[in-house]
């Protein structure tokens, strides 16, 4: 009887105690979460003969493998190797065009900012644009390029014409246009 009694002082006090729930609560989550970032370590792990037979060609795979190697007194330890990272194919300039490759991070607008900035480097002309008129030049080239997913690696061309044409237009924008990319402008690192 006891038992049951002390049983339902228990329940009695967290139904009572919603501060003692929530405490549990709390605890449990950060100790499932330490527990699921913790670097858990395998020791005395043997490699297995897939493992040793493996072929050079396969070891260059984006994913990282475990290599186990003989420590301090002979112990076998697993370390992971580092994966080989494949090259990204380069930028490329054509006569009529420049193909920009995207690397982590970037965007369409992005790539289109690196090849007006490239379009504009290449002619005088045009050296003098501020940067709310190449604001307005890479949103139009990023707006007349067919809309894809952009990977690591990823490539898109932007034809000079269509630079070009991007530029007369952004030499056409009213005080108010160029006022209201002024916000957008002041964001980019133009280095």
């Known amino acids: 009887m006891t038992e049951e009694q002390n049983n339902g002082g228990f329940v009695e006090r967290l139904r009572n105690s919603p501060r003692t729930?929530?405490?549990i609560i709390v605890i449990l989550i950060i100790a499932g979460a330490i527990f699921a970032f913790s670097d858990r370590k395998q020791t005395g792990v043997t490699p297995s003969p897939e493992e040793t037979s493996e072929a050079p060609e396969q070891s260059a795979s984006a994913e990282p493998t475990v290599v186990a190697e003989a420590g301090k007194e002979g112990k076998v330890e697993a370390v992971k190797a580092t994966p080989v990272p494949t090259p990204l194919p380069e930028a490329k300039e054509t006569?009529?065009?420049?193909?920009?490759?995207?690397?982590?991070g970037q965007s369409v607008t992005v790539l289109a900012r690196i090849a007006t900035k490239r379009y504009v480097e290449a002619n005088e002309a045009y050296k003098g644009l501020s940067n709310e008129q190449k604001i307005y030049v890479e949103d139009y080239l990023k707006d007349n390029v067919k809309r894809q997913p952009l990977p690591v690696g990823?490539?898109?061309?932007?034809?000079?014409?269509?630079?070009?044409?991007?530029?007369?237009?952004?030499?056409?924008l009213s005080d108010a246009q160029q006022k209201n990319l002024q916000k957008y402008a002041q964001r980019v690192n133009w280095n």
């Not at 006569?95 to 982590?104: D, F, K, L």
């Not at 990823?154 to 056409?172: D, H, N, P, R, Y």
């Open 21 to 23: 729930v929530s405490t």
């Open 95 to 104: 006569t009529e065009a420049y193909t920009e490759v995207a690397t982590r």
């Open 154 to 172: 990823g490539q898109v061309t932007f034809s000079k014409e269509l630079i070009k044409k991007g530029i007369e237009a952004s030499q056409k």
